[in-house]
């Protein structure tokens, strides 16, 4: 270990350590919906804590000195932010009102917090206690588990952060294995995992239901990516069909999980990916996917009702999600000429008709990529590819269904309506494990890591104004740059 190594893992070390101070002068505390106790010294402390993890994150973005290191050094820097109060967000406090809906015998998807009567609706953020729960039935019976077992708003916190560590813990095992597969450094896509701050602030201290998604994503995928031969005696159909509930269930954690599931069905065909083999062992995975998320659905009596509850995610308007910034300044400059175009609804649904239009073009990119035309050698025979071949030799992040499905939680993210910082975590969880260049996706994490003050506020909402037009001014210069690098049309000569 050199000596920047060692900065790097104390720097982090007392950044983390200073937030856990924070959590508990001006967190988010059942008893504090306001401004943080603290002040500026709590916003400062803040800042300071925030920069030191993220500066000692940034540093070592190339790779740790070895992947035990890295989950040493992370650990380390998770100890505090276990023990302190939520941080980033109050959104804990939401899912433990669901739980204790379900738990009292009502329908989470149904009413609110506050109409329901849960005794602790009031350390819910104001904005979501008149809406349904937007969350799987899974998750559902995991918040209403954690409140009959926690016997209180304490105890119920407690075990619902727990369950995320879980999540993170789970998420963190499978990290080598997949990062083998594609022929990446474990001790690189450790580190970029389990030491951004975003994790440790936002997953485990914030006790963000992410972390349980992500804990059944990354399990699902390196049970497809290994062969089944490795994986003792369970047979490949078993392995399809178990893959395939756990992904079900982290969908059954959160719908965004969702856009994995067709590049997770690649990674199952063994030969050419045409539709018979698509057929094959996709159909297997995809069975076990829909029938986890239809038993448990049925098992907890809720059905599918939690969807309708997806739409009230963009309650918030924020100039963080790129569609929302342009739909406000459009706004903010029809006001100057005494117009009111409401446009955020409709570049909203503008954006999500191109996501909708871009992930089956990113699936079909990908599954193109896994069967090349051949190049014909004259001393050697043709090598035909398959997914498990081009997971260790593809350079191409499409060349991965890994890499595709992160790319597509990009898009996803990107083109959402709203975004929060932990859904950043997201793309960083796969991408971690497949992408050789990563400082295009590490820096946008390391920036979202200062988007939530301490007590859950959004900066975003102290900076509408001037954080529309800086955004809408990066989605031009991106597309203007994404132009620019287009190959220019060249006409066939005579």
């Known amino acids: 270990m050199g000596a920047r190594d060692r900065v790097a893992r104390y720097t982090g070390l007392v950044g983390a350590l200073l937030l856990a101070v924070v959590g508990y002068l001006g967190g988010a505390l059942p008893d504090a919906t306001t401004a943080p106790d603290g002040g500026p010294l709590t916003v400062t402390l803040w800042l300071l804590g925030t920069t030191a993890m993220v500066g000692a994150w940034w540093a070592l973005r190339d790779g740790a000195p070895s992947t035990r290191w890295a989950y040493v050094t992370a650990g380390w820097w998770t100890l505090p932010l276990l023990v302190t109060a939520p941080l980033g967000s109050r959104d804990v406090y939401s899912y433990a009102c669901q739980g204790w809906i379900y738990a009292d015998g009502g329908d989470p998807y149904a009413i609110g917090v506050a109409a329901a009567g849960c005794p602790w609706a009031e350390a819910v953020a104001p904005v979501w206690r008149d809406t ?142 045409v539709v018979r083999t698509l057929l094959r062992d996709g159909g297997v995975l995809a069975v076990g996917a829909v029938g986890g998320l239809l038993a448990l659905s049925r098992l907890a009596g809720l059905g599918l009702g939690w969807l309708g509850g997806l739409g009230r995610s963009g309650d918030t308007v924020q100039w963080t999600s790129p569609p929302t910034a342009v739909g406000m300044l459009v706004d903010y400059v029809g006001e100057l000429f005494g117009r009111h175009p409401d446009a955020v609804p409709v570049t909203r649904t503008a954006a999500l008709l191109l996501l909708a239009a871009l992930l089956p073009l990113l699936w079909l990119r990908t599954l193109s990529a896994l069967h090349p035309p051949p190049k014909p050698h004259p001393k050697a025979l043709i090598k035909k590819f398959s997914p498990q071949q081009a997971l260790i030799e593809g350079k191409n992040l499409l060349i991965n269904p890994v890499g595709g499905a992160g790319v597509g939680l990009v898009a996803t993210v990107v083109l959402a309506p709203v975004f929060h910082p932990w859904y950043a975590t997201w793309p960083l969880a796969l991408l971690a494990v497949v992408a050789t260049r990563t400082a295009w996706f590490v820096a946008p994490c390391a920036l979202a890591s200062f988007l939530a003050l301490p007590d859950g506020t959004n900066v975003a909402r102290l900076t509408k104004a001037p954080g529309a037009i800086a955004m809408t001014a990066l989605v031009l210069a991106t597309v203007l740059w994404s132009l620019s690098r287009r190959r220019p049309w060249r006409s066939t000569p005579p």
């Open 132 to 273: 349904p729960a937007p969350y799987g039935p899974f998750f559902v019976l995991l918040a209403a588990l954690a409140v009959v077992l926690g016997g209180g708003l304490v105890g119920t916190v407690l075990l619902l952060r727990m369950l995320a560590l879980a999540g993170v813990l789970a998420a963190a095992a499978c990290l080598p294995g997949l990062a083998r597969a594609a022929g990446v450094p474990p001790r690189r896509a450790t580190w970029l995992l389990l030491a951004c701050p975003l994790v440790g602030v936002h997953l485990v201290a914030g006790a963000h239901n992410d972390a349980v998604m992500l804990g059944l994503l990354l399990p699902a995928l390196l049970m497809l990516v290994r062969r089944p031969g490795r994986l003792g005696s369970l047979h490949p159909v078993g392995v399809l069909v178990v893959a395939g509930v756990l992904l079900g269930l982290a969908v059954s954690v959160k719908a965004t999980a969702v856009v994995v599931l067709p590049f997770a069905a690649l990674v199952t065909v063994r030969g050419r990916p």
